[in-house]
C-alpha cells in the first residue's frame, strides 16, 4: 500500500463536502429553497442570498445545496445497479465463456455503437421523464462497461492456480465464483466506479438540462442551469453556482478515482 | 395592453377601401420618415421551421404564419385582427337572406411565375378547401353549397344555411388561391400526395415565392416581381428582394445572433428578456397585439387513472381557480407584459366580454370551496407540462407554491410534445398547460374547440353544458350580429365560470429587430408579413 | 490466424450488430408514447385527419409487417422519406452528415493536439508540480457539462468579444471551420481530458517497462528511447482511444449541435426524436453505428499496423 497523495485527499474533501451538503442542509444555511421572496426576484448576490435569488426569489444557495442531495443520489444510483448488473453478467460470461460469451461480444458491440446519450434520450422519451426512468436508461447502457472488465478479471483468474486448486478441492461452482473470483476482480470495478459517478453526474444534469432527468421542483443543478439559462447575460448568478457545483463534484469523484487507483495500485 | 404600434385607419378596420389605405394600416412609414429601401435582404431567424407550405393540408402554425407571405386569400383580416378587408377580391355581398356571397375578383392578378390568376384557379382552390377528404379545415367552409364563377371577374357562392363566419373563412389561410395548372401538373393520385410535393415548393399570388430551402435549417423567399399590392406612395410591394429563414430552436443562441446583428429580427423573444432588449441601443423590441391566451385545463371525467377525479367538482375547479394569484404569475412568468384573462377567449378576438379577471385572488374563498366540496384536508393533482418550456416551468412552479397554500399537491409531469398531445387526445391528463391562438377573425373558432362539447369533448376535458351547445348551434346561422353576441356573452358566462380552465393570461406576440430594420408586421392571428418589410443601410 | 483471415473475420462481424441494431431501434422507435401523426397534426386537428393520415403511413399496420417492409428496404438500401418534412432521409442524413463529421474531426484533432504534448510533459515530470498542474486543469475539463461550458464559450466570444459568429454553418470551406470552431473546442474539452490521462498513464507503463530499461542498459541515448518505444507504444493507446470514443463524440455533438445552432445529424435525431419521425430515427441510427464500426474498424487496422502483437 502506498500513502495516500494529495490528490486523493483533496478528492475526498470535496466528496465529504458534498456529502455534508447532502445531509444536512439546513445546518449549513437554513434558508427554505423552495421558498419564494416576492421582493428579491432574481436578486444580485448579497448578504441574505449570498448566491443571489432566481426568477422566484428563491435562495440560490440553498436550491444549489439542496441540490446536491440528489445529484449525489444521481451518482450513487447510476452506478449501483449497473454495477451489480455488469459483475453478475460478467461473472457469468467469463466464466462459462463459449457461446454466451458470443452473444455478449454482439451486445457490446450494439451498446458501444450506439450512441450512449442518444439511446438513454430514447429511452427516457419511452419510459418518461424522471430521475427513476433515467436510472433504468442509464442502467441498459451503463452494464456493459463493469461486465468488461468482470469478464476480463475472471478469464485471467479462471485459469489460475487457486481457482485449480479449489476445483480440486470439489469447491462448488457458486463457492469458487463469489467466495474466491469475486473479491479479486471487483477491485478495478470499484475504482473505475468512483470515475464512472463523475460521469454520471455530468449525464444527470445533461438529462436535467434537456428536461428529461429530474423534475420540478426539485432542485438538481443541471435543471438549475436549464432554468437560468434565459437570465444567463443578465443574472449569470443563476447558472453560475450550479455550473460551479457540476464542475466540483465532477472534480471530487476523478480525483478519489484517481487516487483510489494509485492506492490500490489498479492498472487503468 | 400596448396598441400604440399599429395606427389602426378607422376605414380599414370596415374594409372594402383602396390598397393605399391597407398598407398604411401595416405601420409604414408616416411621411416624416425616411422613404422605405427597395431591394435588399432580411434576415429573420425562426425558433421553428415549416412542415408543409400547403394552406390545406397544414396544421401547424410554423406554416400558417408565414404563408400569408406565399398566398392571398380573397378576403384579408384588418391589422387589428377584427375585421375584414380586401384581398384577392374587391367588393363583396350578401343576397337571399345571407345564402348567396357574391364577390367581385381583382383584375390583373398574376403568380409569382407571371402566368395570370383566372377564375378557374379561384373556383379550384376554394373547392379544394372545401374537400372533406382534404385536411382539417374544411368544417370552416362547410356552409358552402356550391362555387359559380363566372368570367372575367365574379365568384357566386351558394349557401346551405346563412353562415356569420363564412366571411370570415375567406380571410383565412385555407382557402388562399393556388396555381391550377401549376397544381395539375404535379403527380399523384389524390390532393394529399400532391399536396405533399406543392407543400415543398409552394407558389402563389403573394408578395414571395419559396425560391429554395433546405428543411430544418433555412428557407429563402424571393420577391414576387408581378405582386398587385402597391405602397400609399404607389411604390411596388414588397420592398425587399429576399427574406431568410434561418431556424435557432434555442432562444439564447437566436438571441445572441440578433444582438451580433448577424441577424435582422427574430421572433418569440423569451418574456425574461424583453426589458434587457428594449434597453439595447441598437434593437427595437416589438410587442404585437396577440389573440394568444395561456390557461391551465382540467380533466373533468368523474375519473382519472381509475380513482375519482375530484376535477370532476365544479367547487375544486372554481377553488383553484381563487386560490393562484394570476398576477403573481404574469410578474413572474411574462415579467408583467401579460394581462389577466376576463374571458376564456382574448380580449382582441370579436365578442369577447367581460373586464377585469374572472376569478380575483381569494384563497379564503378557496379553501371554503374545497371544504364545501369534502376536501378539506387536502388534494392531489398531477398536471402535464412541455419539457423544457420555460413559460410552463415557470406557471407551474408558481402555481404549485400557491397550490401548496391551500392543500393542494400538485405534481409537475413533463413530457415531451409528441408523448404529451397523445394523451391530451386520449383525454389521459388530469391537468395540463394549453395555450391557443386564432386563425380566423371571428369567435367561432376558439367557441367551438373550448365550449361546444360534440367538436372535441371541450378541449377534450370532457365538460359538457347542454346550454351552451344550444347556443352554440343557434349562433352559427344567426345573422343578427346583436342576437349573435348575445349568444356569445351567454356562452362565455357559462364557460368562464363552470368551465373546465383556469385562464391564465393573455401575451403579446415578442418579436426583436434592429434598429434599421424596419415594417414588420405580425397581426393578432399571429401571421408575419414581410411584404412592407426594409433594410435601411 | 494471419492478418487477412484477421481482418475479414472482424469485417463478418459487423453484420449481426448491424442486423441488431436494426431491429432494435425499430422496436426502440415504436415503444416511444405518442406518435408522428400526433406530433405533425398538433392538438387541434380532428379524428378523422388523423385516421387519413396514420392509414397514408401505413402505421395502422401490424408491427410485425412494418418490422418487415421496413428490413426489406433497407435491404435494398432505400430508407423511405422524412414523416415530417416529406423528403427522402437519405438527403436530409446526407446535407448534415458532412456538418457532423468535420465538427467531431475537428473536436479529434484539437483533442489530440493538446491533449498529446500535455501528456508527455505530465508523464515525465510524474508527480511534480507541472504533472499535477496538468491534471487538474484537464480534470476541470472533463468535469464541465458541455452544455453550459457551450453556453459560456457562446457568449463570451462570440456575443461578447465578437471573436466568432454565433452559431451555424456558414457557406464556404473557410466559413465552415469558423463557425465551427466554438462548438469544437466544446466537444473537444472532455475528449481532450480522457486522451490525455490515458495516454499519460500508458507512457509512464511504457517508461518504467523492462525494455526501456535494458534499451538503456544498451546505451541507448535517452531521446532516442522515448522516440522508438515510448512514441509508438503511446499512438496505439491514442488511437485505439480515439475509437473506442467516437460513439460518445457524436453522443457529446447533439448538444453541442443544439446549443450552437449547427445543422449536423445529432440535432436531427434529437428533433427526429422528439417528433417521432420514424424512418429518420432509424435510417440515422444506422447511419451512426455504421460510422462508428468503421472508427473501430480503422483504429483496430492502424493498431495492427503500428503493434505487430494483434492479429497474431
Not at chain 1, 53 to 60: I, L
Not at chain 2, 115 to 142: C, H, I, Q, Y
Not at chain 2, 394 to 411: D, E, R, S
Not at chain 3, 216 to 245: D, P, S, Y
Request: proline share 6%; charged share 15%.
Amino acid at each position: 500500500m502506498r500513502r495516500i497523495s494529495v490528490p486523493l485527499w483533496l478528492g475526498l474533501g470535496i466528496l465529504a463536502l458534498l456529502l455534508l451538503c447532502a445531509a444536512a442542509p439546513q445546518l449549513l444555511w437554513p434558508t427554505d429553497p423552495l421558498a419564494f421572496d416576492f421582493a428579491a426576484l432574481t436578486a444580485a448576490p448579497s448578504w441574505a442570498h449570498p448566491f443571489g435569488t432566481d426568477q422566484f426569489g428563491r435562495d440560490m444557495l440553498a436550491r444549489t445545496i439542496a441540490a446536491s442531495s440528489v445529484d449525489l443520489q444521481i451518482a450513487l444510483f447510476s452506478v449501483v445497479f449497473p454495477l451489480m448488473i455488469g459483475t453478475l453478467i460478467g461473472l457469468a460470461v467469463g466464466w462459462y465463456g463459449g457461446w454466451l460469451d458470443a452473444v455478449f461480444g454482439r451486445l457490446v458491440d450494439l451498446v458501444v455503437t450506439f450512441p450512449f446519450l442518444v439511446l438513454v434520450i430514447a429511452i427516457v422519451a419511452v419510459l418518461g421523464p424522471g430521475l427513476v426512468n433515467m436510472y433504468i436508461a442509464v442502467a441498459c447502457v451503463g452494464w456493459v462497461a463493469y461486465a468488461r472488465l468482470i469478464r476480463g478479471e475472471v478469464m485471467v483468474q479462471r485459469n489460475s492456480d487457486y481457482v485449480a486448486a479449489a476445483r480440486v478441492l470439489g469447491y462448488s461452482t457458486a463457492r469458487i465464483v463469489f467466495r474466491h473470483i469475486l473479491p479479486n476482480a471487483l477491485r478495478p470495478v470499484l475504482v473505475y466506479s468512483v470515475t464512472d459517478m463523475a460521469l454520471c453526474i455530468l449525464l444527470g444534469s445533461s438529462l436535467g438540462y434537456l428536461g428529461l432527468g429530474a423534475q420540478p421542483p426539485t432542485a438538481e443543478w443541471g435543471v438549475l442551469i436549464a432554468d437560468g439559462k434565459n437570465f444567463f447575460t443578465t443574472a449569470p448568478w443563476i447558472t453560475l453556482f450550479p455550473g460551479v457545483a457540476i464542475v466540483l463534484a465532477g472534480l471530487g469523484f476523478s480525483l478519489a478515482g484517481d487516487g483510489l487507483a494509485d492506492l490500490l495500485e489498479v492498472k487503468r | 395592453m400596448m396598441d400604440t404600434k399599429v395606427p389602426v385607419s378607422r376605414r380599414a378596420l370596415l374594409g372594402g377601401v383602396a390598397a393605399a389605405a391597407t398598407v398604411s394600416a401595416f405601420g409604414l412609414p408616416t411621411p416624416a420618415e425616411a422613404a422605405p429601401v427597395l431591394g435588399g435582404k432580411m434576415i429573420y431567424a425562426r425558433y421553428a421551421d415549416s412542415q408543409r407550405l400547403d394552406p390545406v393540408f397544414t396544421e401547424l402554425n410554423v406554416d400558417i404564419w408565414v404563408m400569408n407571405n406565399l398566398f392571398d386569400t380573397l378576403l384579408l383580416p384588418t391589422p387589428d385582427g377584427k375585421g375584414l378587408k380586401e384581398g384577392l377580391a374587391t367588393k363583396w355581398e350578401l343576397s337571399d337572406g345571407g345564402k348567396t356571397v357574391t364577390l367581385t375578383v381583382r383584375e390583373g392578378v398574376k403568380f409569382a411565375d407571371g402566368t395570370p390568376m383566372t377564375m378557374a384557379d379561384v373556383k379550384f382552390s376554394l373547392e379544394r378547401a372545401m374537400n372533406p377528404k382534404n385536411g382539417s379545415w374544411n368544417s370552416m367552409v362547410a356552409s358552402v353549397a356550391s362555387v359559380e364563377v363566372t368570367e372575367p371577374a365574379t365568384v357566386v357562392l351558394k349557401l346551405k344555411h346563412p353562415d356569420p363566419t363564412l366571411l370570415a373563412a375567406l380571410a383565412m389561410f385555407n382557402t388562399s388561391v393556388l396555381p391550377k395548372a401549376m397544381y395539375d401538373k404535379i403527380p399523384g393520385k389524390d390532393d394529399d400526395e400532391k399536396g405533399k410535393i406543392f407543400g415543398q415548393k409552394p407558389m402563389g399570388t403573394g408578395a414571395f415565392y419559396v425560391s429554395d430551402w433546405k428543411i430544418g435549417e433555412v428557407m429563402w423567399l424571393k420577391k414576387n416581381p408581378y405582386y398587385w399590392k402597391k405602397d400609399a406612395a404607389g411604390v411596388q410591394l414588397p420592398y425587399l428582394d429576399e427574406v431568410e429563414m434561418p431556424v435557432i430552436p434555442d432562444d439564447a443562441t437566436r438571441l445572441l445572433k440578433l444582438k451580433a446583428g448577424e441577424v435582422h429580427g427574430t421572433e418569440f423573444i423569451p418574456y425574461a428578456r424583453v426589458k434587457e432588449l428594449q434597453g439595447d441601443a441598437n434593437l427595437r423590441m416589438e410587442l404585437w397585439p396577440s389573440t394568444k391566451v395561456t390557461y391551465i385545463q382540467f380533466n373533468c371525467r368523474p375519473e382519472y387513472k381509475g380513482k375519482p377525479n375530484p376535477l370532476s367538482n365544479v367547487k375544486v375547479r372554481q377553488a383553484l381557480n381563487y386560490a393562484v394569484n394570476k398576477d403573481a404569475i404574469i410578474a413572474i412568468t411574462t415579467h408583467g407584459l401579460g394581462k389577466p384573462l376576463s374571458s376564456f377567449m382574448s380580449s382582441v378576438t370579436p365578442l369577447h366580454t367581460g373586464s377585469g379577471p374572472v376569478y380575483p385572488y381569494d384563497p379564503a374563498k378557496a379553501k371554503a370551496l374545497l371544504a364545501e366540496a369534502g376536501f378539506a384536508k387536502g388534494l392531489e393533482i398531477t398536471c402535464h407540462a412541455l419539457s423544457g418550456n420555460q413559460d410552463d416551468q415557470n406557471n407551474l412552479t408558481t402555481i404549485q407554491q400557491m397550490l401548496a397554500q391551500v392543500g393542494v399537491k400538485f405534481t409537475i409531469e413533463q413530457m415531451d410534445n409528441a408523448s404529451r398531445v397523445a394523451a391530451y387526445r386520449k383525454g389521459d391528463f388530469q391537468s395540463r398547460t394549453a395555450y391557443w391562438t386564432d386563425d380566423i377573425a371571428d369567435p367561432s373558432e376558439i367557441t367551438s374547440y373550448f365550449v361546444y362539447s360534440p367538436t372535441v369533448d371541450c378541449l377534450h376535458t370532457g365538460w359538457k353544458s347542454e346550454e351552451a351547445d344550444k347556443l352554440f348551434v343557434a349562433s352559427q346561422e344567426e345573422v343578427d350580429p346583436a342576437k349573435r353576441a348575445a349568444e356569445y356573452a351567454k356562452m362565455q358566462d357559462i364557460f368562464n365560470h363552470t368551465g373546465p380552465t383556469m385562464p391564465l393570461y393573455e401575451t403579446p406576440y415578442p418579436v426583436a429587430f434592429r434598429k434599421n430594420a424596419k415594417g414588420f408586421v405580425q397581426i393578432p392571428l399571429g401571421n408575419n408579413y414581410f411584404e412592407a418589410a426594409y433594410v435601411e443601410k | 490466424m494471419n492478418r487477412s483471415t484477421w481482418l475479414l473475420l472482424r469485417l463478418l462481424q459487423v453484420i449481426p450488430t448491424f442486423l441488431l441494431i436494426g431491429v432494435a431501434v425499430f422496436v426502440l422507435a415504436r415503444l416511444l408514447p405518442g406518435d408522428i401523426v400526433s406530433s405533425m397534426l398538433g392538438e387541434r386537428a380532428s379524428d378523422a385527419a388523423i385516421n387519413r393520415m396514420t392509414h397514408q403511413l401505413g402505421l395502422d399496420r401490424s408491427i410485425g409487417a412494418q418490422m418487415l417492409s421496413f428490413l426489406e428496404s433497407v435491404a435494398r438500401g432505400r430508407l423511405g422519406d422524412s414523416l415530417a418534412f416529406h423528403v427522402p432521409v437519405l438527403k436530409l442524413i446526407g446535407d448534415r452528415l458532412p456538418v457532423t463529421l468535420l465538427l467531431s474531426g475537428m473536436a479529434t484533432l484539437i483533442a489530440v493536439a493538446v491533449a498529446v504534448p500535455m501528456a508527455f510533459v505530465a508523464a515525465l515530470t510524474a508527480n511534480r508540480w507541472p504533472d499535477l498542474l496538468i491534471r487538474s486543469v484537464f480534470q476541470v475539463g472533463l468535469s464541465s457539462p458541455v452544455f453550459y461550458v457551450g453556453l459560456v464559450l457562446l457568449t463570451v466570444f462570440a456575443g461578447w468579444l465578437r471573436w466568432f459568429p454565433v452559431g451555424g454553418y456558414g457557406d464556404t470551406a473557410g466559413e465552415h471551420l469558423y463557425h465551427l470552431f466554438l462548438p469544437a473546442l466544446t466537444l473537444a474539452l472532455s475528449f481532450a481530458a480522457v486522451v490525455m490521462r490515458s495516454l499519460r498513464a500508458s507512457i509512464l507503463q511504457v517508461l518504467t517497462a523492462e525494455y526501456v530499461d535494458f534499451a538503456r542498459a544498451k546505451g541507448l541515448r535517452g531521446r532516442v528511447v522515448l522516440f522508438r518505444h515510448v512514441l509508438r507504444n503511446a499512438l496505439i493507446a491514442t488511437v485505439t482511444l480515439v475509437g473506442l470514443q467516437i460513439g460518445s463524440l457524436l453522443g457529446g455533438a447533439v448538444i453541442t449541435e443544439s446549443v450552437f445552432a449547427v445543422p449536423g445529424v445529432g440535432r436531427l435525431m434529437v428533433d427526429s426524436i422528439f417528433a417521432r419521425d420514424y424512418p429518420v430515427i432509424q435510417a440515422l441510427t444506422l447511419v451512426l453505428a455504421v460510422l462508428v464500426s468503421l472508427a473501430l474498424l480503422v483504429s483496430d487496422v492502424v493498431q495492427m499496423w503500428l503493434d505487430p502483437r494483434v492479429g497474431r
